[in-house]
Antibody, heavy 125, light 108 residues
């Protein structure tokens, strides 16, 4: 079955970096994209960006530009999200999600249909 | 593109018909998805392309709308439907797949 398995919880100090992994199985990794979404405690969902596993093209949320890098390793079907210069308000659960596309004529509809279980990142001094 | 949802929360009973609205700050055609999230769990896709039901999702869920105004309807609320619901715009330009703030549905 299609699944995304994320790396374990992390505790980081302010100013440090964190790199979260997301290993895909059950489908052709390069056929889809991987999106990253985070959720601070008690808050809503925040879209962080996505990467095409096919060609490595990325699209980051403007708010995180310059601090986030998303990459893939097609040899291991794994996506990575690195966030630098961590602050306390980066404390959140970080999710990866498969980004699929439905084509209807000339329209391309994206959607996120398979999700990892989440990785808790805590930033604290 | 900003999304607003209304109401932010609602209380309903099993069997009720529930409607949640999502409004976009500019037209996004039908590039909208709906997700359900339960506490401590990852979101679950319900609807994409504004009205297409994801495989395996019960038919009591439906989506409608186009442009700036969208609706998620649960025709007969079931106990397992108590959760928070998010809309998400997935318009490719300008880039950025933003989420709405969420609507929490709880038991009356």
């Amino acid at each position: 079955q299609v699944q995304l398995v994320q790396s374990g919880a992390e505790v980081k100090k302010p100013g440090a970096s964190v790199k979260v992994s997301c290993k895909a199985s059950g489908y052709t990794f390069t056929s889809y994209g991987i999106s990253w979404v985070r959720q601070a405690p008690g808050q809503g969902l925040e879209w962080m960006g996505w990467i095409s596993a096919y060609n490595g093209n990325t699209n980051y949320a403007q708010k995180l530009q310059g601090r986030v890098t998303m990459t893939t390793d097609t040899s291991t079907s794994t996506a990575y999200m690195e966030l630098r210069s961590l602050r306390s308000d980066d404390t959140a659960v970080y999710y990866c999600a498969g980004l699929s596309i439905a084509v209807a004529g000339t329209y391309y509809y994206y959607y996120m249909d398979v999700w990892g279980k989440g990785t808790t990142v805590t930033v604290s001094s | 593109i900003q999304l607003t949802q209304s109401p932010s929360s609602l209380s309903a009973s099993v069997g009720d018909r529930v409607t949640i609205t999502c409004r976009a700050s500019q037209g996004i055609s039908s590039y909208l998805a709906w997700y359900q999230q339960k506490p401590g769990k990852a979101p679950k896709l319900l609807i994409y392309a504004a009205s297409t039901l994801q495989s395996g999702v019960p038919s009591r869920f439906s989506g409608s709308g186009s442009g700036t105004d969208f609706t998620l309807t649960i025709s007969s609320l079931q106990p397992e439907d108590f959760a928070t619901y998010y809309c998400q715009q997935l318009n490719s330009y300008p880039p950025g797949f933003t989420f709405g703030p969420g609507t929490k549905v709880d038991i009356k």
